[in-house]
């Protein structure tokens, strides 16, 4: 599936849920059943300090895609990097430069990338294009 | 007593309804709301005296410089400064911080120390780890113990003739320790010290004594008692302002200028230099009256049944731990509960409309020493309820249940 049709995907099924308590109660699960950052990857060179939860990110190349995996010490944070890792990882490094987050305001979670909200989420996506970009300078 | 009610009535914001919710606004350690008294005489000010001050002889130059230093004689009263031109106006606390220890380049040479405490706000700290790096002083911290308090034997031992300033503040705003600062002031002026005690955190709760302190500096924000943000107040003793070179130059703080010499103004010109947030200060001294009129005495009982009360209902959710259970604190509560991040209860509750600070307070040698990334500080002040305690107490419950 493509980037565009992922985040679709997750659009759609955010628009089952009538509250926002509903939503959340879905990211904390997302949360739990994110698989875990290989252990030896959380170092501090992946840890992208957000003031109030912490983001560790790897990517990996897998033949012309990049896979990524992340974690985080809040749990509402790691739900929402399930998220972004759902749309995000296992994409061609042009299509990842090219996506835009423009979804995540679409399943009422806007606030959550707002760059004044310093739990690491927007340098992640900022990391994952990093990511991207260097991928694409190397090939 | 205090007419919580007709308090409240004073207060237009907390009317306000967050996320679809009530507004329960626990967030007083980082700032207080606006009684309606000071947000209308900020229109009144524009509105009908706004004119530069101490330059023009126009009629409303006059009115807004006649205002302006009524105001300054109010903080003086407030404090009990011996004299008006020991009260600077800053910008607020990190200002006034910023002021002193610039001050004091001037002052110190390389192995004389600067004396800070464990308990500090980063405004405390790193102004002067800038100060101890420009003059090669070295930076020594007053240890605390678990409870969150200053060990004042430690104090002892780290005092010498080396000590030049030493500055802690009057109440932690991470943890809500009242600090004894009469002991750390007689103390370090046994050695020659000045001190400096940064009491943003301390003038909601209480009227500080300069005099009686015998501190050489006291700094604090208007914001956080009632007042508009961008304003403050820097006392310092008389003979350390004259001592002191100015923080800034600029209009207002000169006497003479020309390319060859320039003397400087008196006190407390010196020290303002520019324009300064005329309005803002004008406005600080209304919130200081209005405080005054509520009554420092039933702020201080009231908000210290609201601390119990808070303090003995949360303890009621298994798991939770309170960092900062000092003999003597204010109103803060700053806590944790096992296994859930801070800030992913503060962003579940703050959908239920209630506002408290989550993170690491600008304190972050504090959360070091506890080994946390952060707590939830809820900070109270006497406009708030006990009505508003029970709704935060069910949110917190709320977002245990979602998280777990």
Same mark, same amino acid.
């Given at each position: 599936?493509?980037?565009?049709?992922?985040?679709?995907?997750?659009?759609?099924?955010?628009?089952?849920?009538?509250?926002?308590?509903?939503?959340?109660?879905?990211?904390?699960?997302?949360?739990?059943?994110?698989?875990?950052?290989?252990?030896?990857?959380?170092?501090?060179?992946?840890?992208?300090?957000?003031?109030?939860?912490?983001?560790?990110?790897?990517?990996?190349?897998?033949?012309?895609?990049?896979?990524?995996?992340?974690?985080? =010490?809040? #749990?509402?944070?790691? %739900?929402?990097?399930?998220? /972004?890792?759902?749309?995000?990882? *296992?994409?061609?490094? !042009?299509? @990842?430069?090219?996506?835009?987050? =423009?979804? #995540?305001?679409?399943? %009422?979670?806007?606030?959550? /990338?707002?760059?004044?909200?310093? *739990?690491?989420?927007? !340098?992640? @996506?900022?990391?994952?294009?990093?990511?991207?970009?260097?991928?694409?300078?190397?090939? | 007593?205090?007419?919580?009610?007709?308090?409240?009535?004073?207060?237009?914001?907390?009317?306000?309804?967050?996320?679809?919710?009530?507004?329960?606004?626990?967030?007083?350690?980082?700032?207080?709301?606006?009684?309606?008294?000071?947000?209308?005489?900020?229109?009144?000010?524009?509105?009908?005296?706004?004119?530069?001050?101490?330059?023009?002889?126009?009629?409303?130059?006059?009115?807004?410089?006649?205002?302006?230093?009524?105001?300054?004689?109010?903080?003086?009263?407030?404090?009990?400064?011996?004299?008006?031109?020991?009260?600077?106006?800053?910008?607020?606390?990190?200002?006034?911080?910023?002021?002193?220890?610039?001050?004091?380049?001037?002052?110190?040479?390389?192995?004389?120390?600067?004396?800070?405490?464990?308990?500090?706000?980063?405004?405390?700290?790193?102004?002067?780890?800038?100060?101890?790096?420009?003059?090669?002083?070295?930076?020594?911290?007053?240890?605390?113990?678990?409870?969150?308090?200053?060990?004042?034997?430690?104090?002892?031992?780290?005092?010498?003739?080396?000590?030049?300033?030493?500055?802690?503040?009057?109440?932690?705003?991470?943890?809500?320790?009242?600090?004894?600062?009469?002991?750390?002031?007689?103390?370090?002026?046994?050695?020659?010290?000045?001190?400096?005690?940064?009491?943003?955190?301390?003038?909601?709760?209480?009227?500080?004594?300069?005099?009686?302190?015998?501190?050489?500096?006291?700094?604090?924000?208007?914001?956080?008692?009632?007042?508009?943000?961008?304003?403050?107040?820097?006392?310092?003793?008389?003979?350390?302002?004259?001592?002191?070179?100015?923080?800034?130059?600029?209009?207002?703080?000169?006497?003479?200028?020309?390319?060859?010499?320039?003397?400087?103004?008196?006190?407390?010109?010196?020290?303002?230099?520019?324009?300064?947030?005329?309005?803002?200060?004008?406005?600080?001294?209304?919130?200081?009256?209005?405080?005054?009129?509520?009554?420092?005495?039933?702020?201080?009982?009231?908000?210290?049944?609201?601390?119990?009360?808070?303090?003995?209902?949360?303890?009621?959710?298994?798991?939770?731990?309170?960092?900062?259970?000092?003999?003597?604190?204010?109103?803060?509560?700053?806590?944790?509960?096992?296994?859930?991040?801070?800030?992913?209860?503060?962003?579940?509750?703050?959908?239920?409309?209630?506002?408290?600070?989550?993170?690491?307070?600008?304190?972050?040698?504090?959360?070091?020493?506890?080994?946390?990334?952060?707590?939830?500080?809820?900070?109270?002040?006497?406009?708030?309820?006990?009505?508003?305690?029970?709704?935060?107490?069910?949110?917190?419950?709320?977002?245990?249940?979602?998280?777990?």
């Amino acid at each position: 599936m493509t980037i565009k049709e992922i985040q679709e995907e997750i659009v759609d099924e955010f628009s089952m849920f009538d509250d926002w308590m509903q939503r959340y109660e879905y990211i904390i699960d997302l949360g739990k059943s994110l698989p875990l950052i290989d252990e030896k990857y959380k170092t501090e060179d992946n840890i992208i300090k957000g003031c109030q939860s912490k983001v560790w990110v790897h990517g990996e190349q897998n033949d012309d895609k990049i896979v990524f995996t992340a974690d985080s =010490d809040a #749990i509402l944070t790691k %739900g929402i990097i399930a998220i /972004l890792i759902r749309a995000f990882s *296992n994409q061609k490094a !042009s299509d @990842i430069l090219e996506a835009n987050t =423009d979804f #995540i305001d679409e399943i %009422g979670l806007k606030e959550h /990338l707002s760059p004044t909200r310093a *739990n690491g989420l927007v !340098s992640m @996506i900022k990391e994952i294009k990093m990511y991207a970009l260097a991928f694409n300078a190397k090939n | 007593m205090l007419d919580i009610n007709k308090i409240r009535a004073d207060f237009p914001i907390l009317t306000q309804k967050v996320n679809g919710k009530p507004l329960v606004y626990f967030d007083n350690g980082a700032t207080s709301q606006k009684p309606k008294v000071v947000i209308d005489a900020i229109v009144k000010y524009y509105e009908e005296i706004n004119a530069n001050i101490h330059r023009g002889v126009h009629t409303l130059s006059q009115l807004a410089t006649d205002a302006y230093e009524v105001s300054r004689g109010k903080i003086q009263n407030h404090i009990n400064a011996k004299f008006p031109y020991e009260v600077i106006f800053t910008a607020g606390t990190t200002h006034g911080i910023n002021a002193i220890a610039n001050g004091f380049a001037s002052i110190l040479k390389a192995g004389d120390e600067v004396m800070v405490s464990a308990l500090e706000h980063h405004s405390n700290i790193v102004p002067w780890q800038m100060l101890c790096e420009k003059t090669g002083a070295k930076l020594v911290v007053i240890p605390m113990n678990e409870e969150g308090e200053l060990i004042l034997s430690e104090f002892d031992k780290l005092l010498s003739d080396k000590t030049k300033i030493v500055t802690v503040n009057h109440i932690s705003n991470a943890l809500g320790t009242l600090n004894p600062i009469k002991y750390i002031i007689d103390k370090a002026h046994q050695f020659g010290a000045a001190v400096l005690i940064d009491g943003a955190q301390a003038v909601p709760h209480l009227k500080p004594n300069v005099q009686e302190l015998d501190c050489d500096f006291y700094v604090f924000s208007g914001h956080k008692i009632c007042g508009p943000t961008g304003t403050g107040v820097l006392y310092g003793k008389e003979e350390w302002l004259r001592k002191l070179p100015p923080y800034q130059g600029g209009g207002e703080m000169i006497a003479t200028v020309s390319f060859e010499k320039t003397t400087y103004a008196d006190l407390p010109h010196k020290f303002e230099a520019g324009t300064p947030n005329i309005a803002g200060g004008i406005v600080l001294g209304t919130a200081i009256d209005y405080l005054n009129e509520v009554g420092f005495e039933n702020i201080q009982a009231y908000e210290h049944e609201l601390l119990e009360y808070a303090t003995s209902k949360l303890l009621e959710i298994e798991g939770l731990r309170i960092f900062g259970t000092a003999k003597e604190k204010t109103s803060v509560i700053s806590f944790n509960i096992d296994g859930i991040h801070p800030y992913d209860i503060g962003t579940i509750i703050d959908k239920l409309g209630i506002a408290v600070r989550t993170g690491h307070h600008c304190a972050q040698p504090i959360m070091d020493f506890y080994k946390i990334p952060g707590t939830i500080r809820a900070s109270f002040a006497f406009y708030n309820s006990k009505e508003e305690i029970d709704i935060f107490v069910e949110a917190v419950k709320k977002a245990k249940t979602m998280l777990s």
